[in-house]
């Protein structure tokens, strides 16, 4: 009888190691987090997969084996066994079509250019649903057979019965961290924190920072209640290192998170601001662009509950108690996400998202108008709510905007075509409005701290400056500051507005602080973003650079040192001003230089 159980185990344990083996030789083949393959990630990747994988193989075996004995229960005459065999099969059918989804979703986009991901029809989902049980039958027969014959192997059960004792210590052990951190100390007066970005706008195309377009009207009426930021920088020309440098507060040279397949590894995934507030009875969503910007895409753990207009409570990948906080839970999690959206869409309860739909603002599963609906619901709610959305209407280099101001009767025919891009910042204006007016209409505006900025640059360049404006509860700071500022200094600008302490390892500064006018910002640039044609993408000190920003100047480098253009910043208003750039270099290299040591980066 226990080698009948042991073969039900095996079964299941073979039908879900499937996806997962898929999924591994994908990420390992492609640019990924698992590229190159170590001996490190592999272990962790395994582990990870194993604990996954065993606990429910066994609840799913304990199942059947109840229904087995019920069914020699009520019919006795009936000889199939501790379990029926027919019942095996039919589980296993189902698991293993659902986990071949990801695999007929990349053939057929990869073959025909459609998939669920770009397609909406009913008649594909019914097509990809039908392969996938066709398949999954022709599969399930050599699999349990191979499991009945792993089920006799005597030492192939002592190493499952071994393997099933680490994953449910493993468990246990994540459970009762998670259950552990679940301690909320709320704040006796919190303020709401809301951050509103649009993808790449420079503050120079904005009329409220003096731009001859009147592409911010809404913001020019409310400036003398806003804290303007002449001077702001991103810490990273492109959008996934810039919100994590935001949202930790950390350089991207210390968390390695520039551009994707970057994430966030081990005790980095827990250290955000997210986090913090979420240890104080903080709502927190996050509206931003899967994979590029979502959290969840970068490894942030325990960091929000709704992530682009999805509750993680009701998502099984964030539910999933792993106790890796590396490469493997991230792999486990991204295998899980995966499968979950693609049945959720087959069956017609939510439609997959596709990142390149998202970026050229095509995408049917969240658009600017959602986002924005998503801030007003937060704001409807009566919790303190913390809320960071990134609205893509912005971003380049086509632009489809609402409004038709400025481009009206033409047509737009070039990359970044200026009229069309005017009217995409003043469409970023009018949705600014829209939560103004909701903040003001539920009495919320004087108890939110309200942050109005951008990613980075239009064209990913570090030097340029971003708007960066802030209206504080009871308009306690308002005028400019022409310091030089930058993204990182947000969050731990927040802590202080909310009275709470500023962690040890957050490395920008309190702007409610005087701001030193000769400080250097740091801004890492992505410079090879695809792999060559050997799939091979370079070392993270190859493929990226910075860019320290002194003054009224920018100075560039390669991550060994090397210089780079160096030149005036347009638009500066810094009080400290340098003649000559390179004059500064030997200064700015030594900073620099001493921070890539003391990271490990370089030569």
């Known amino acids: 009888m226990f080698g009948g159980f042991l073969f039900i185990v095996w079964a299941f344990a073979l039908t879900l190691l499937i996806p997962f083996l898929y999924q591994f030789a994908v990420e390992a083949t492609r640019v990924s987090p698992l590229r190159p393959l170590t001996v490190d990630s592999v272990v962790q990747t395994a582990l990870a997969t194993a604990q996954v994988i065993v606990i429910p193989a066994v609840a799913l075996a304990l199942l059947v084996a109840l229904a087995g004995l019920l069914w020699s229960a009520l019919r006795p005459a009936a000889d199939e066994g501790p379990a029926p065999r027919r019942l095996v099969a039919a589980a296993a059918v ?275 108008d959602r986002r924005l609906n998503g801030v007003l619901e937060n704001i409807a709610q009566d919790r303190p709510f913390f809320t960071h959305v990134h609205f893509m209407g912005t971003h380049g280099p086509y632009f489809k905007p609402r409004n038709r101001v400025f481009s009206a009767g033409t047509e737009q025919s070039v990359n970044f075509q200026s009229s069309f891009l005017d009217d995409a910042i003043l469409d970023y204006d009018q949705r600014i409005q829209r939560v103004y007016e909701a903040l003001e209409q539920s009495g919320k505006l004087e108890n939110t701290i309200l942050i109005i900025t951008s990613d980075h640059g239009m064209l990913y360049i570090p030097s340029t400056r971003i708007p960066l404006l802030i209206r504080l509860p009871g308009k306690m700071r308002t005028g400019e500051v022409h310091e030089n500022v930058q993204r990182m200094d947000l969050a731990p600008t927040i802590l202080s507005l909310l009275q709470l302490p500023i962690p040890d390892w957050m490395e920008g500064q309190n702007l409610l602080e005087p701001v030193p006018p000769d400080r250097i910002i740091l801004v890492t640039n992505v410079v090879v973003e695809k792999p060559d044609e050997n799939g091979w993408l370079p070392p993270f000190v190859e493929r990226n650079r910075v860019t320290a920003i002194y003054c009224d100047v920018f100075l560039g480098y390669s991550l060994t040192m090397e210089p780079q253009a160096s030149g005036h910043i347009e638009g500066s208003t810094s009080p400290c001003t340098v003649e000559n750039p390179e004059a500064v270099r030997g200064m700015v290299g030594g900073y620099l230089a001493k921070t890539l040591a003391e990271l490990g980066i370089g030569s």
């Open 94 to 368: 189902v698991l293993l079509a659902i986990g071949l989804l990801p695999a007929i979703e990349n053939f057929s986009y990869i073959v025909i250019g459609s998939s669920l991901k770009t397609s909406t029809s009913l008649e594909r989902k019914l097509a990809m649903a039908l392969i996938a049980l066709t398949l999954a039958g022709a599969f399930v027969r050599p699999l349990l057979w191979l499991a009945e014959r792993m089920g006799r192997s005597h030492i192939l059960g002592a190493l499952l019965i071994v393997t099933c004792a680490a994953a449910f210590g493993s468990t246990a052990i994540a459970i009762e961290r998670r259950l552990g951190d679940g301690g909320v100390e709320h704040l006796t007066s919190p303020y709401n924190v809301l951050i509103l970005s649009s993808d790449g706008v420079d503050a120079n195309r904005m009329s409220v920072y003096g731009y001859k377009r009147q592409t911010t009207p809404f913001l020019e009426k409310i400036a003398p209640e806003l804290w303007i930021f002449r001077n702001a920088f991103t810490n990273n020309g492109n959008t996934t290192g810039s919100v994590t440098s935001l949202l930790t507060g950390r350089l991207p040279l210390r968390t390695r998170v520039i551009y994707p397949p970057d994430l966030l590894i081990g005790e980095d995934s827990l250290l955000h601001l997210p986090g913090i507030l979420g240890a104080h009875g903080y709502y927190r969503s996050n509206w931003g662009v899967p994979h590029y910007a979502d959290v969840t895409s970068q490894n942030f753990i325990d960091a929000i509950d709704v992530n682009a207009g999805v509750s993680t409570s009701e998502n099984i990948a964030n539910a999933l108690p792993v106790n890796d906080r590396g490469l493997g839970g991230w792999f486990v999690r991204r295998t899980v996400a995966d499968i979950e959206a693609l049945t959720l869409d087959i069956l017609g309860i939510r439609e997959a998202p596709n990142p390149y739909d998202q970026i050229v603002g095509s995408g049917a599963s969240l658009t600017d």
